[in-house]
């Protein structure tokens, strides 16, 4: 049987919410308990009137110790009945257990957010200037992750920055936000980069408890998202700045790094309410835009998993929608970050698009080229239809010894053939087809070198990026969904900090968890 009201709550006087609403806004049970003389004690006894023990508890002073023996007992009483709850199983207890905690961790909360409050020093958390007309003991209510904490902050005026301030608020992490804390806002970014913001709110209700409506949860993690682009900017800035480090790390065996890159495309809301318009002028409105992607590692942190399946224990991510300038920069920067510098060699990895070899000679003109093999053989297969048509067994019999020359032979070979193939065709549409392939294979040639990479134990393709494409894809690709440049740029940074390994930059509290896992 589910119980609706924690038995902690009851015995502490605390109904579901320890709060009572007033004119002046939400005041917390412990206050109206000591009273104030403005018509609080009737709202007490309202409340008093349907929990027993009641008041005598409730001391504003009381120490968590006596908060958590008594939450001790209530637990015990919690294992007692679950004991005798035939219908009852572990997820009963753990949500109750769950429930029953909550108060203390949320009292512990604010009695360590209030204390940090009162040490900070009455100065200007931007320019240190000490602040003036300084009042204190305004109040505040935040959402924490265990439910709603409130505050009195003081407050004093910058003369050097003619801004008011409340220095406690910077101190807590709690400026600039619409009211959340900082556990809160990084669980409102991770959700909202994970799902569409309606699932996100729920879902964060669900696990959590914590309740942010959806346009909040919107816009609070597009404000991370923005923190994290100026995070990224700042992170790249550095990278590229010093392209050898100082102390560089002991390299003891030489190593490779690998560069993909990729593209897909995202729909916006660009334009959005103005088709119309656009359609009478003879526009069509452009909706899908290219985010540009790129992955980077060291060959020697790939493998196998137990399984026999290819992993890479190690690497990095680059995603954007600020064109293919955004990720040269930041893929630049990514890759330095994992090694570039000291690397004996490097080699670039991705399909026919002219962007990814322009991108390629500009940022890392060290670095090898290699055509992905998948997209090669695509192309000899193009060649293949405008030879034989519809018929496959013909296609299938003529494709294989060629994609087995260009996988483990010279690929010069096989453009030679093609190149064969097409001076003996009659001219025709079959043969302008085969024309545009040889083109393409005379362009790639120095780009083909399977047989050599597979000796040296490269991948000659770039099925990495292409599998970090289509999990990016399914995130920001479901039916009926927009997003707007910006929006989605700053859901895709928090996406590469938290693919990085890096969340706890942005959200320096988690560097108390496992550092190794975000
Ligand atoms: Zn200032």
């Given at each position: 049987m589910a119980?609706?009201?924690s038995r902690l709550g009851l015995r502490l006087g605390l109904g579901r919410d320890p709060f009572l609403k007033t004119r002046a806004g939400r005041i917390p049970l412990f206050e109206r308990v000591i009273g104030r003389g403005d018509g609080l004690e009737e709202g007490m006894n309202a409340i008093c009137s349907h929990v027993e023990p009641c008041v005598s508890h409730s001391e504003p002073s009381e120490s968590l110790a006596v908060t958590a023996a008594?939450?001790?007992?209530?637990?015990?009483?919690?294992?007692?009945?679950?004991?005798?709850?035939?219908?009852?199983n572990l997820g009963d207890i753990e949500v109750q257990?769950?429930?029953q905690s909550?108060?203390?961790?949320?009292?512990?909360?604010?009695?360590?957010?209030?204390?940090?409050?009162?040490?900070?020093?009455?100065?200007?958390?931007?320019?240190?200037?000490?602040?003036?007309?300084?009042?204190?003991?305004?109040?505040?209510?935040?959402?924490?992750?265990?439910?709603?904490?409130?505050?009195g902050r003081s407050r004093g005026y910058c003369k050097r920055c003619r801004k008011w301030r409340f220095p406690a608020d910077t101190v807590l992490g709690l400026e600039e936000t619409a009211g959340y804390s900082p556990r809160v806002q990084e669980m409102s970014a991770l959700l909202a980069s994970k799902m569409p913001v309606e699932e996100a709110s729920a879902v964060l209700e669900h696990l959590t408890g914590v309740k942010m409506p959806r346009s909040t949860l919107d816009r609070e993690a597009k404000r991370q998202g923005q923190r994290?682009?100026?995070?990224?900017?700042?992170?790249?800035?550095?990278?590229g700045a010093c392209p050898r480090p100082v102390q560089s790390e002991l390299v003891l065996e030489p190593y490779q790094m690998i560069i993909q890159l990729d593209a897909w495309n995202i729909r916006e809301r660009q334009?959005?309410?103005?088709?119309?318009?656009?359609?009478?002028?003879?526009?069509?409105?452009?909706?899908?835009?290219?985010?540009?992607?790129g992955t980077c590692f060291r060959l020697d942190h790939r493998g196998q998993s137990a399984g026999g399946r290819p992993m890479i224990s190690q690497r990095g991510f680059a995603a954007t929608r600020e064109g293919i300038d955004g990720l040269r920069e930041q893929l630049h920067g990514e890759a330095m970050r994992r090694?570039?510098?000291?690397?004996?060699?490097?080699?670039?990895i991705g399909d026919g698009a002219v962007w990814i070899w322009r991108l390629a000679d500009d940022r890392f003109p060290e670095a090898r080229q290699r055509l992905?093999?998948?997209?090669?053989?695509?192309?000899?297969?193009?060649?293949?239809?405008?030879?034989?048509?519809?018929?496959?067994?013909?296609?299938?019999?003529?494709?294989?010894?060629?994609?087995?020359?260009?996988?483990?032979?010279?690929?010069?070979k096989v453009v030679r053939r093609l190149e064969e193939i097409l001076a003996a065709m009659p001219q025709g549409a079959a043969a302008q087809a085969v024309e545009k392939e040889v083109n393409y294979f005379q362009e790639h040639q120095d780009r083909m070198d399977y047989r050599a990479g597979r000796r040296r134990g490269e991948p000659i393709g770039s099925g990495a990026v292409e599998s970090t494409c289509r999990q990016a894809q399914c995130r920001f690709k479901r039916p009926g969904q927009y997003w707007s440049q910006q929006g989605d740029e700053a859901l895709l940074c928090l996406e590469t900090f938290w693919r990085n390994k890096r969340w706890s930059l942005l959200f320096p509290h988690n560097r108390h968890l496992d550092v190794s896992k975000n």
């Open positions: 119980r609706t009201r008594r939450l001790a007992d209530a637990l015990e009483q919690d294992v007692r009945d679950f004991l005798v709850a035939s219908d009852q257990i769950e429930q909550r108060e203390l961790l949320r009292l512990a909360a604010e009695k360590a957010a209030q204390k940090k409050a009162d040490l900070t020093p009455p100065v200007c958390p931007v320019c240190q200037q000490r602040l003036s007309r300084l009042t204190g003991q305004h109040r505040r209510s935040f959402e924490c992750k265990f439910g709603t904490i409130t505050l994290a682009r100026d995070l990224r900017g700042k992170l790249d800035e550095q990278a334009d959005w309410g103005q088709t119309q318009a656009l359609r009478r002028k003879g526009q069509e409105p452009e909706r899908w835009h290219w985010v540009y992607t090694g570039l510098g000291q690397a004996a060699g490097a080699l670039v992905d093999f998948y997209h090669a053989v695509q192309h000899v297969a193009a060649v293949g239809r405008a030879l034989f048509g519809e018929d496959k067994d013909k296609l299938k019999a003529w494709l294989r010894p060629l994609v087995q020359q260009l996988k483990n032979q010279s690929s010069i």
